[in-house]
């Protein structure tokens, strides 16, 4: 090889290693710009997230946190109270019986007690499931609580306040967990906050994850989360529930774990209407992943992290509602759009559908702080405004150029922003050559 081509050879390669350096470097940036990016907006969420309460498990003088070393292996330890005797709560009192915990159902209604306990099964929630024979059940709220390390709570949102207000005379230590995924009417509460609002003191969590009842009693694989502040707490709920048919995970996430229980149903009423207008795959999978990027702007809005709806209460729950005919807000979705009014729907269904008060909380709730959620709102304008679907399905495919993930890409969602990217863009078609050209 001659002296001028080794040296030209070695001038690419120089070449070559400085800009694989230089494009490893823009990487670098890049990847540390978007790090600092989500490491800011989850500080945010913290910060805007109510102050956490550093719960000292000892305060809380139950045999939950005395048993602790011995749960996970023996959740025969444990003395579990079940409210509300639908057919979430049953699912889960029957899959704490069928552990070995000594568990009580209580149902509000004395003559479903006499039933469930002949019959051992909920005739009016869940038809031809047995439930195990271990399983007790009470009409008596008190005797229902009485000496439990655990009140779990299955009453319908609207209920949940009042059900707090009934037992709180006798709290003696029994820790709360919420299984309740909406948010109370006016006051856009969500349980936790009543929880706190109502029994400041007690230990609580919320759980909450795509655990549709009747494939549970079906005994079909699932998996919940448990969000509690309180370990002991958690893994006590993680020792009464879990199976081989039933997973529970842990999180520290309570807002967020708890709005992605709630938000998701307004999704699923979207897409029980879709499916209504026979939409496609590619449709579909647009308005879950639109829904979830609402889900988690409102939630780093409220105070939840973010990378909490990638997991089961967010992207899981979405997932197992919003295609599911077992899902009532599905079902109310798919009823509406087949044409029938709301109050028709409500009333064929006869069960929770807890996304017909959401989509209304969430619209007041987004218009007042101004969070862009153009689903709710599209939503809520044909349920409440009588809108026709079509015309707002078409308004929504207008909204303008956005990012798709923003935690990666921010972007300005106010109208003057998008008004003026409209108008650009407007501009831009008919300045450009090819537009005058096609004209001609
Ligand atoms: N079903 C599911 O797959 C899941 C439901 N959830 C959530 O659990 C909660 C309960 O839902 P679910 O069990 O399905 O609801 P259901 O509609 O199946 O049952 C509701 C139950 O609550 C009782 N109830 C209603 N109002 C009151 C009240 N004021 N005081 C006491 N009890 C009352 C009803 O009693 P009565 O029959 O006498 O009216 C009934 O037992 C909802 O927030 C839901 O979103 C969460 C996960 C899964
Ligand atoms: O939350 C649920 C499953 O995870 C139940 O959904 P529905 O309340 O829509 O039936």
Not at 117 to 143: F, I, Q, T, V
Not at 354 to 367: C, L, Y
Request: glycine letters at 8%; a positive charge.
């Amino acid at each position: 090889m001659t002296n001028a081509k080794k040296t030209n050879k070695d001038a690419a390669k120089k070449a070559d290693a400085s800009a694989e350096a230089k494009s490893k470097a823009a990487a670098k940036s890049s990847a540390d710009k978007q790090n600092g990016l989500l490491a800011g907006i989850i500080g945010r969420a913290a910060k805007t997230a109510r102050p956490r309460r550093k719960l000292d498990p000892s305060a809380v003088a139950v045999d939950v946190v005395k048993n602790m070393p011995q749960l996970p292996k023996d959740p025969t330890k444990l003395r579990l109270a079940v409210l509300g005797g639908g057919s979430f709560g049953t699912a889960m009192a029957n899959l704490a019986a069928k552990n070995g915990c000594d568990t009580t159902l209580w149902v509000r209604n004395k003559r479903t007690v006499k039933s469930m306990a002949k019959l051992h099964m909920n005739k009016k929630y869940l038809p031809g499931h047995k439930l195990d024979e271990r399983l007790h059940y009470s009409h008596d709220l008190a005797a229902a609580i009485k000496d439990k390390d655990i009140i779990f709570l299955a009453v319908p949102s609207m209920a949940f306040r009042q059900t707090l207000k009934n037992i709180k005379p006798f709290i003696t230590g029994q820790a709360l967990v919420s299984l309740t995924k909406g948010m109370e009417k006016d006051t856009f509460a969500l349980m936790s906050d009543i929880i706190r609002e109502e029994l400041p003191e007690v230990n609580f969590g919320v759980m909450s994850g795509p655990n549709l009842a009747v494939e549970i009693m079906q005994n079909m694989p699932s998996a919940t989360v448990i969000a509690s502040d309180s370990e002991p707490l958690r893994h006590a709920v993680q020792a009464a529930l879990h199976s081989a048919f039933f997973r529970v995970f842990a999180s520290d996430d309570i807002r967020g774990v708890e709005l992605g229980g709630a938000l998701k149903n307004i999704y699923a009423i979207a897409m029980g209407m879709a499916a209504a207008y026979d939409v496609g795959e590619n449709t579909k999978a647009m308005l879950l992943t639109r829904a979830l990027a609402e889900m988690s702007r409102f939630g780093v809005e409220t105070g939840a992290n973010p990378l909490t709806f990638l997991g089961l209460s967010g992207v899981g729950d979405l997932y197992a509602t919003c295609g599911s005919e077992l899902s009532r807000n599905y079902r109310i979705g798919n009823m509406l759009g087949r044409g029938m009014s709301i109050d028709a729907a409500v009333k064929k269904l006869g069960q929770t559908a807890e996304g017909v008060n959401t989509i209304q909380q969430v619209h007041e709730k987004a218009s007042k702080d101004g969070i862009y959620m153009p689903i709710t709102h599209a939503l809520y304008a044909v349920i409440y405004e009588d809108k026709a679907a079509l015309g707002v399905a078409l308004n929504l495919m207008e909204a303008g150029f956005r990012s798709d993930v923003e935690f990666v890409m921010p972007h300005d969602h106010s109208n003057a922003a998008l008004r003026a990217q409209m108008q650009a863009a407007q501009a831009e078609r008919t300045d450009s050559p090819t537009s005058s050209k096609a004209s001609k």
